[in-house]
């Protein structure tokens, strides 16, 4: 289980910074003393124990970059304290990749109850341990190559973004984690990266997003609970918005103009719903018109979008966001659902959405040039489905 090393050291430093106490920290250079509170804890974090960081179990290397991805897995909303059925059905299926795409732990909650994180995130470490022990982990590891992103639980802030004071650690916890510190991703701010897979003409861009570190704050409702506006609602066009920051939205155009057939953008957060109060991409209009107008300008073809966070699974179609048909799977959750139903329904929404225990997938025809996209329940049965056309 997790250390506590010099939690209150650490706290002392991010609470005062006083001369005496970060000349007590050997890492940080009496020199050039940090100009803030944050800037000495990052210091410090940038030089974390790493044997006090946990590591997932060895998994498969990702397929090589000549090899045509024909299926995708996709989950999200994992409680590392209890066993996950629909790990352990994705464990027994076929495919060529897993994504495993957000609250892949709730390390900023014990049990039931949410916690503040401490300045050494604990409990976030604490959670990975967790997962890492777990059976029907260990034998998706074997089984699959992932990919992974992050959202707030595993982040380590319920909602959280820019302003969470811990994030340097939580983005090293990650990255370490999921062996991606000695990847192309661990050398910048933030957990965004993406891979390419398969010849000319059988092309999968995957873009992982990451719609934690950068973000800034959402805009609170005016009616708490209220269906639709249960607890954010859209910025102002006049309110300052950003969801991915400078380098990472510049970073993206720069991935959408290489050449793909396919590409799905996986963002933890859902990005073409309007309907509902939670967190989703609506809830900053001005940069999600930003991000379809990317694509449109970037001319990438073959967009897919893939999200998570909502514990409950959810299929779109928009056409008129896109120069042609956007899709949107939503696949979420692994083994948090709560409710047996959904009464959720927005304009784009395809059937209704599934509430109970699930994961997703994407199944390519290279020939058809079309993915089939679909939900299914813990014992594979598929639940929702639909066929998007990506040429």
């Not at 066993?83 to 900023?108: C, R, T």
């Not at 909502?310 to 949107?328: G, V």
Request: proline share 6%; hydrophobic share 35%; charged share 25%.
């Amino acid at each position: 289980m997790a250390k506590r090393i010099g939690l209150g050291l650490a706290a002392l430093v991010l609470a005062g910074c006083q001369s005496s106490v970060v000349r007590d920290i050997p890492i940080l250079s009496e020199f050039a003393p940090p100009g803030s509170a944050v800037e000495a804890l990052n210091d410090y974090y940038r030089n974390f124990p790493q044997a006090d960081l946990p590591v997932a179990p060895e998994g498969k290397p990702l397929p090589a970059s000549t090899m045509p991805l024909t299926r995708v897995l996709v989950g999200s909303c994992n409680d590392e304290e209890q066993y996950s059925p629909a790990l352990a059905q994705i464990a027994k299926e076929d495919a060529d990749l897993f994504l495993m795409i957000g609250d892949n732990v709730y390390g900023d909650r014990d049990g039931r109850s949410y916690v503040n994180n401490q300045p050494e995130l604990d409990e976030l470490r604490e959670s990975f341990y967790e997962l890492a022990l777990r059976e029907e982990f260990r034998a998706v590891r074997e089984k699959h190559p992932m990919m992974v992103a992050w959202d707030d639980h595993d982040y380590g802030e319920n909602d959280g973004g820019r302003d969470f004071a811990f994030k340097v650690l939580a983005e090293k916890i990650h990255e370490t984690f999921w062996g991606l510190d000695d990847e192309d991703v661990g050398a910048w701010p933030g957990t965004y990266h993406a891979r390419m897979f398969g010849p000319e003409g059988q092309r999968t861009q995957i873009i992982v997003l990451d719609t934690r570190y950068f973000r800034s704050d959402l805009t609170p409702t005016d009616e708490w609970g209220v269906t639709g506006k249960e607890r954010y609602i859209p910025a102002p066009e006049t309110q300052m918005q950003d969801m991915l920051g400078s380098t990472q939205w510049t970073w993206l155009q720069n991935q959408l103009v290489k050449p793909a057939d396919l590409r799905l953008i996986v963002s933890s957060i859902q990005i073409i719903p309007n309907a509902h109060g939670w967190e989703s991409w609506d809830k900053m209009p001005t940069e999600r018109a930003y991000l379809y107008d990317l694509i449109e300008r970037t001319n990438a073809n073959g967009v897919v979008f893939v999200s998570g966070d909502r514990h409950t699974s959810f299929l779109y179609r928009s056409d008129d966001i896109l120069p042609y048909p956007a899709y949107e799977l939503t696949a979420s959750s692994l083994n948090l659902s709560f409710s047996e139903t959904s009464e959720e329904h927005d304009a784009a929404q395809i059937g209704d959405g599934y509430a109970l225990e699930n994961f997703g997938s994407l199944s390519i025809d290279w020939e058809a040039g079309t993915v089939d996209l679909a939900i299914h329940d813990v014992e594979g049965v598929t639940v929702r489905e639909t066929t998007a056309k990506f040429r």
